[in-house]
């Protein structure tokens, strides 16, 4: 395997976790929704947000790592 197969896997990896993760947030946000304006939907709202920023930022990490790895 070479190195332009493994970041273009990374890279794939990575989009898949960003979907996913935009995925749940947004099932989130609607649930939130559906209890209206309340307290409890803002928090259920920004967690979601912070769980989506930690995992793409978690993604996007590996991903470096797994890059810088093979270019030494």
Do not use: Y
Not at 11 to 20: D, P
């Amino acid at each position: 395997m070479n190195f332009n197969d493994l970041k273009k896997g990374a890279e794939e990896a990575l989009n898949k976790t960003v979907e996913g993760a935009k995925d749940l947030a947004d099932k989130a946000v609607d649930e939130a929704k559906k209890l209206g304006d309340s307290k409890v939907a803002q928090d259920i709202k920004k967690g979601a947000e912070d769980a989506l920023n930690k995992t793409v930022d978690g993604a996007k990490d590996l991903a470096d790592k797994v890059t810088d790895k093979f270019k030494k």
